[in-house]
């Protein structure tokens, strides 16, 4: 069955950085192309892209919030896609969400994506 978790979430001063992961089981990196992407969620607000990454890594997309700050990268060998966040900020505060969709191309939009994690929550405090 397939499955995203994602992990690495926690409170952290701003200023600090976190890196999360997200591991996927079930679903074939080394057999099909697999968009990956990274959202999250603060509570009243609507889901919000981040970060996305095509089934190489060739190609990575970033939101104007978090460009130059967060970074994507996938290792497909061990099924995993990581978000590096430095320089944290209280309104980076929310749930973060990871994301796959069978395609060659990016994740842009919510619309489509395959497969959702549950979650993990990240807390910056100021």
């Known amino acids: 069955q397939e499955q995203l978790v994602e992990s690495g979430g926690g409170l952290v001063q701003?200023?600090?950085?976190l890196r999360l992961s997200c591991a996927?089981?079930?679903?074939?990196?080394?057999?099909?192309?697999?968009?990956m992407a990274w959202f999250r969620q603060?509570?009243?607000?609507?889901?919000?892209?981040?970060?996305a990454i095509n089934w190489s890594g060739a190609g990575k997309y970033y939101a104007a919030s978090v460009k130059d700050r967060?970074?994507?990268?996938?290792d497909?060998?061990?099924?995993?896609v990581y978000l590096q966040m430095n320089s944290l900020k209280p309104e980076d505060t929310a749930s973060y969400y990871?994301?796959?969709?069978?395609?060659?191309?990016?994740?842009?939009?919510t619309d489509g994506v395959d497969y959702w994690g549950k979650g993990?929550?990240?807390?910056?405090?100021?």
Not at 70 to 74: D, E, P, W
Not at 76 to 80: C, D, L
Not at 98 to 109: E, F, K, M, N
Request: charged share 15%.
């Open 14 to 17: 701003a200023g600090g950085s």
């Open 76 to 80: 497909n060998a061990k099924n995993t």
């Open 98 to 109: 990871c994301a796959a969709d069978r395609t060659t191309g990016l994740i842009l939009t």
């Open 24 to 35: 996927a089981s079930g679903l074939r990196f080394s057999s099909y192309a697999y968009g």
């Open 70 to 74: 967060f970074a994507i990268s996938r």
């Open 42 to 51: 603060a509570p009243g607000k609507e889901r919000e892209l981040l970060a």
């Open 120 to 126: 993990t929550l990240v807390t910056v405090s100021s």
